[in-house]
């Protein structure tokens, strides 16, 4: 009754019993989350990190096999810096800059990414998704033993909710029978296809592309560059698009686009999925089949996050097909969103509206990457005769002159969103000031003596001061910002001005717990301060 | 007042129609549709004004008779 549905990478959470099970009464965790892929994972680093009681209750008992997401995006990494997980997954992931585009038997042309300087994270690491995942057990198992509140419960599955104005009550499923549960709240992160959405007859609605993708991962011993390589209708025939790209531990990603009337079974076997290599390949390379699967994609997501006490995150909530690499790097964009604005509230310094914007602004952030993913699947498989025309014409023309290039759509990398024009933020007054940096970015890192300036931000409110005087702290209706103060001086390479001030002299930052600009001003104005202060924690906009 | 230009503005009209006519000379249907698709990205490009481009699309859609 409790099979596994997919083989482990790493059993790190094998089941044990919990005195919860043998409880007279249901036992009231603060925050439940259903799933423990990497969002749901992420979520409880998040809470627990702040010192709120976290449950995560998983199916299995530790991480799935094949890697699924292979692209990790530097906000994606910024994010799992705060937690304090991204190092390992520098050091194990393949870094990259460089991608060639290819049209049949020929090259239309290369890009270099071209990372701009200062910053700690590079634009993309490669890593197999079961590291990334490991990484963030790691963390948590290292939080544990610090005394973060954080309990992950292997082979504990959710079979069905009640759902109450102030609490949910779960009825959960493990080896030794079943056991009720109950939560404050409860967070769904159980995966695209969320069994807790089902549950709540929720809907997911978006579309369906009528493709499907096989799957390879290799490992060679032939030396193929550390680039992206990306076929149109290559010359070998072995799929109507084909991406190869490298991975850590020396394997290589081949994703063939197969059409969609294929039949599964008889493409997986391996002398079919060999077939398609050799084809593409040649016939002299050596290769091991480390891991394959065949995928349709979907670009699809919820009308709302956030249903009363239960709130989705990651996959469950929003669905993109993969080019250009948006599924788990929006959904820590979520588990950043979310994590300080339901510590606020649990802790009572915010009120329950704040958990509101958590939706209107991930929702957002869902819009762009499903807008950005459907057109790139759409230039990557034309829907029509006349699509498919104008695509090779794109093609045809970029080979030959630069002004067709950018609009050679293989997937548009994943950076996040600015929360342009929503209820949290304050005043952009900053004359002359940074687009990069308006009102609603995640913050630019920049370098900052021999570190960077992201790790000091985040976790809190953050009133940033370069060339400018503030307070050392202000505190607001029992939320307090600290000030770092800065001067344009403090980076001898002119980042930080050039991110920070433009035009303008002197910048005073209020920056969010998720290191997203709440408002600017070119001094520091107390009442103005204050203002945005409570506006960004949901307590709305002085009139 | 319309951003696009709906007034005559090429020179020697019929002398571009005709090398527009003869640029398909000898081309299958398949690759004039993909030298039309050449040339309508190349002129998009030239153009570059996204508001003329969108009014240009509007103007060229099929209207109800
Ligand atoms: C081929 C492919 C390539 C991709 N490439 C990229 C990429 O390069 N970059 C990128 O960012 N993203 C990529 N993605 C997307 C990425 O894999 C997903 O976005 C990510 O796994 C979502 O994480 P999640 O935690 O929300 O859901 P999942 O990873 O699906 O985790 C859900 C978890 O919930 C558990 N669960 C389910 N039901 C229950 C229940 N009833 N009770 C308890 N537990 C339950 C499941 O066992 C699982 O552990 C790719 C996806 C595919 C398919």
Do not use: T
């Given at each position: 009754m409790l099979d596994d549905r997919y083989a482990l990478a790493f059993r790190l959470y094998p089941y044990e019993h919990s005195p919860d099970q043998d409880a007279e009464a249901p036992v009231r965790h603060p925050v439940v989350v259903q799933g423990g892929g990497p969002i749901g994972v992420a979520m409880a680093l998040d809470l627990g990190l702040q010192g709120i009681p976290v449950l995560v209750l998983d199916d299995h008992e530790g991480i799935g096999q094949g890697s699924r997401a292979i692209c990790f995006a530097k906000r994606c990494l910024e994010i799992a810096d705060r937690y304090g997980a991204a190092e390992p997954m520098l050091d194990k992931g393949v870094v990259w800059n460089l991608g060639k585009v290819f049209h049949e038997d020929r090259k239309v042309y290369e890009f270099n990414l071209l990372p701009e300087a200062g910053h700690r994270f590079p634009a993309f690491i490669n890593l197999q998704q079961p590291y990334f995942e490991k990484f963030l057990v790691e963390r948590v198992r290292e939080a544990q033993a610090a005394g973060a509140p954080i309990e992950i419960r292997g082979k504990n599955r959710v079979q069905s909710v009640e759902i109450f104005d102030d609490h949910t009550r779960l009825q959960v499923e493990t080896p030794e029978g079943g056991y009720v549960l109950e939560a404050d709240w409860l967070i769904g992160c159980d995966g695209a296809g969320s069994p807790l959405r089902g549950m709540m007859g929720l809907d997911f609605d978006g579309r369906v592309f009528q493709d499907s993708f096989l799957i390879a991962d290799i490992t060679m011993k032939a030396d193929f560059p550390t680039e992206r390589w990306f076929w149109f209708e290559p010359w070998h025939k072995a799929g109507a698009s084909t991406l190869l790209h490298k991975q850590p531990d020396g394997v290589w990603r081949v994703d063939f686009q197969i059409g969609w009337d294929v039949d599964r079974k008889e493409e997986l076997k391996e002398e079919n999925v060999r077939r398609r290599l050799d084809a593409m390949l040649g016939p002299d390379v050596e290769y091991e089949l480390v891991w394959t699967s065949i995928y349709t994609f979907q670009c699809r997501r919820m009308k709302?996050?956030?249903?009363g006490r239960v709130i989705f995150a990651g996959d469950s909530a929003h669905q993109v097909s993969p080019f250009g690499a948006r599924g788990a790097n929006s959904g820590m964009q979520d588990v950043d969103n979310l994590g300080w604005k339901l510590g606020m509230v649990i802790r009572g310094e915010?009120?329950?509206?704040?958990?509101d914007s958590y939706c209107a602004e991930r929702r957002h952030g869902a819009d762009e990457n499903i807008l950005n993913s459907t057109r790139s699947t759409d230039f990557i498989t034309p829907k029509s005769k006349i699509s498919h025309v104008f695509r090779n014409a794109v093609l045809d023309l970029a080979q030959e002159y630069e002004f067709a290039r950018p609009l050679v759509n293989s997937g548009r990398l994943s950076v996040p969103c600015v929360y342009d024009g929503l209820p949290l933020n304050g005043p952009d007054a900053l004359p002359g000031g940074p687009l990069r940096s308006r009102v609603g970015s995640p913050c630019p890192d920049a370098p900052l003596g021999n570190g960077f300036l992201l790790p000091q931000l985040g976790g809190r409110f953050t009133i940033l001061t370069v060339d400018a005087e503030a307070p050392d702290a202000v505190a607001e209706d029992g939320v307090t910002a600290t000030r770092l103060a800065l001067s344009a001086a403090d980076d001898t390479t002119g980042a930080l001005a050039e991110r920070y001030l433009g035009a303008a002299m002197s910048a005073v930052y209020l920056i969010r717990p998720d290191q997203h600009v709440a408002a600017r001003w070119d001094r520091y104005d107390e009442p103005a301060l204050r203002a945005a202060l409570r506006a960004a924690c949901g307590k709305g906009h002085d009139r | 007042m319309t951003i696009l230009t709906t007034t005559p503005n090429i020179p020697d009209g019929d002398g571009f129609y005709s090398d527009l006519i003869a640029a398909?000379?000898?081309?299958?249907d398949d690759e004039s549709a993909a030298l039309n698709a050449r040339l309508i990205l190349i002129l998009a490009n030239q153009i570059g004004d996204r508001a003329v481009l969108t009014a240009a699309l509007d103007a060229a859609r099929p209207k109800p008779r």
């Open positions: 709302k996050f956030r249903h915010a009120p329950d509206a704040l958990l | 398909h000379d000898g081309l299958s």
